[in-house]
Nanobody, 119 residues
Framework: QVQLTESGGRLVQAGDSLRLSCAAS????????MGWFRQAPGKERELVTAFTWSEGRTFYVDSVKGRFALTRDNAKNTAYLQMNDLKVEDTAVYYCALKPRGSQEYTYWGQGTQVTVSS
């Protein structure tokens, strides 16, 4: 079992930067594929970025390329989502999640953290 705890969400202004944290307990993050998702009111949940430790590859959805970065601190078993140049449309609840390598579904989810970007 893995438990994920997110933090860092808050109200910011457009153009600001924010870093979200996802701390894992129970098993090393490196055993999994990590994803950050977001869900805005009235919209479906969207995969924002995903990282596969075994392959060293990171995926970013087009709307955040060049602005968001997924980073990791293996020693702390924590992943981060660095968000720069935030836009109003980035407003959402952000979730980190893990899935076993080769699996189609994310198995472990954090509780979510609210990011609100004002104009």
């Amino acid at each position: 079992q893995v438990q994920l705890t997110e933090s860092g969400g808050r109200l910011v202004q457009a153009g600001d930067s924010l870093r979200l944290s996802c701390a894992a307990s129970g098993r090393p993050l490196t055993m999994y594929v990590m994803g950050w998702f977001r869900q805005a009111p009235g919209k479906e949940r969207e995969l924002v970025t995903a990282f596969t430790w075994s392959e060293g590859r990171t995926f970013y959805v087009d709307s955040v390329k060049g602005r968001f970065a997924l980073t990791r601190d293996n020693a702390k078993n924590t992943a981060y989502l660095q968000m720069n140049d935030l836009k109003v449309e980035d407003t959402a609840v952000y979730y980190c999640a893990l899935k076993p390598r080769g699996s189609q579904e994310y198995t472990y989810w954090g509780q979510g953290t609210q990011v609100t970007v004002s104009s």
